[in-house]
């Protein structure tokens, strides 16, 4: 068996070489920020704020807190910088860094651990979240992780959740319901009612399983999105449970919230992965109303998972052998390529009567893509072609794919090519879906570029 940092060092390359094909780039953010962008943002009443965080004055009196999460220090330099302004949205990122939060240490749980994170900022698209998922998914297993179960839920969002949480303290407050809590719920319930559904204690459990369910109460707009998010999975080949209970830690989230648990780690901490989407958080945090969403590997609870079914899997290690220009030996994080992706291909669903299935089509098709070796993603889509096309463009995209009507209805997809000659830039063709990845590179190789190593 390597030893533990060359393990580290191996899932790191592996998750920034997949992270790349998703056209997310690297970024680094301070180990310390001010306490109020983490009590602003993981939310006051969290167990985060409230239990866990290391926070200590400075000289200059000011208060700063270690970081125990990695969104809320993207989400305060998207907008202090004030990127919304000059990046392409969504702004794609991937960060290993190291967090820290006061808890009782045993396995799996630690005060200093990695997180290997992802945060996609400015769109608002299901196909962002499915993408995700599927680049979460495809990390652990790729790592060895066995026995995975990927559990999404809707968390709603600010115009059917209030509702929701006044009806959910009402229950909860009932005489013979409150009895019936652990006091530490009875005070949830007041300050943050929907942690409730994560106490492991079996009356707490019992009184919950009759509670009004936030996925019965969601608005159309949340309800289409979550049904976009299960047939965009569906369409990735990712297997997937609905679990109403599922509400996560962090108060930032709306709509989608989603956790990767795994069977062969101690029920206590066997999430070995966790996300969401948070479409309010840059607004909170002093931006303008910009949607986001993201996820976070824990990774020694990662490859605890991965030992346990055997060592960490040989396709990680095959693809992450080399040693990066500029990297430590064998152990501790890689220094990253800091250029933003290009991506090969960018695939574009149309907004069109059959919207659910255009978009299964686009993840389905920029999944095949990045399989054998291209980077691709689905474009946030809700705007015109020509916008479309002209963002593709922007950044780079050699290829784009169109998959509007005409396409879904004949099981097709239309290549167009972005080269930079006039010749190339009339080349488009519409072709059979099981042919696009064939056609795609050969259009990458005529562009004169070539495939991309
Ligand atoms: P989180 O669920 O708090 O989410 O943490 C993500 C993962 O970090 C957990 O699933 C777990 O594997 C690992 N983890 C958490 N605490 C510990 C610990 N004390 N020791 C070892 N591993 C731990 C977040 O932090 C969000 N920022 C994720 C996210 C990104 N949401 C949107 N973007």
């Known amino acids: 068996m390597p030893p533990r940092s060359s393990l580290v060092y191996q899932a790191c390359r592996y998750f920034s070489e997949l992270a790349t094909l998703y056209g997310y780039l690297p970024i680094e953010t301070p180990i310390f920020e001010h306490t109020q962008v983490f009590e602003r943002s993981v939310g006051e009443a969290t167990e985060i704020v409230g239990k866990q965080m290391y926070t200590f004055e400075d000289r200059g009196g000011e208060s700063l807190t270690l970081r125990p999460e990695g969104t809320a220090g993207v989400v305060r330099a998207f907008v202090q910088h004030s990127l919304f302004m000059t990046e392409q949205l969504p702004w794609r990122v991937f960060y290993v860094e190291d967090m820290f939060r006061y808890e009782r240490p045993q396995a799996g749980r630690y005060r200093q651990f990695k997180q290997l994170g992802v945060e996609a900022i400015g ?15 495809r990390f652990l297993e790729g790592i060895g992780v066995g026995d995975l179960e990927v559990r999404v839920n809707s968390v709603g969002d600010e115009s059917c959740r209030p509702a929701y949480i006044r009806e959910l303290r009402g229950f909860l407050e009932r005489t013979e319901v409150a009895a019936s809590l652990c006091g530490e719920c009875r005070e949830r319930a007041e300050r943050n009612p929907l ?9 707490c459990k019992a009184v919950v399983a009759e509670a009004p369910r936030m996925l019965d109460r969601l608005c159309d707009g949340c309800r289409e999105h979550l049904e976009l998010v299960a047939s965009g999975l569906e369409a990735v080949g990712v297997g997937y449970t609905i679990d109403h209970t599922l509400v996560r830690g962090l108060d930032y989230y709306t709509r989608t919230a989603f956790e990767v648990v795994c069977g062969s780690l101690d029920a206590a901490q066997n999430a070995v992965a966790g996300g969401g989407r948070y479409d309010g958080l840059v607004e909170l945090m002093g931006g303008p109303p910009t949607p986001g969403v993201g996820f976070a590997v824990g990774l020694e609870r990662a490859l605890l998972a991965a030992e346990a079914a055997g060592g960490i899997e ?44 255009s978009i299964s089509s686009c993840l389905g098709l920029a999944s095949a893509l990045r399989a054998s070796g291209m980077v691709a993603f689905v474009a946030d889509g809700g705007r015109s072609l020509k916008a479309q096309l002209r963002s593709a463009d922007r950044l780079g995209a050699r290829v784009v ?23 190339s830039e009339r080349d488009q063709v ?8 064939d056609r795609v590179r050969e259009m990458l190789r005529a562009s004169g570029e070539g495939l991309r190593e």
């Open 123 to 137: 769109g608002k698209g299901p196909q962002l979240d499915v993408e995700q998922i599927e680049l979460c998914l």
């Open 195 to 203: 942690r409730v559904f994560d106490c492991k204690r079996a009356s």
């Open 314 to 357: 040989t396709s990680a290690r095959s693809r992450s052998s080399g040693k990066a220009p500029g990297s430590p030996e064998a152990g501790g994080v890689p220094r990253f390529d800091p250029t933003v992706p290009v991506p090969d291909t960018v695939v574009v669903p149309l907004e069109t009567t059959v919207a659910r299935a």
């Open 401 to 423: 794919a169109i998959v509007g009507e005409a396409e879904v209805s004949a099981g097709a997809v239309t290549l167009k090519s972005l080269g930079r000659d006039r010749e």
């Open 430 to 437: 519409t072709v059979p879906m099981e042919q696009a990845v």
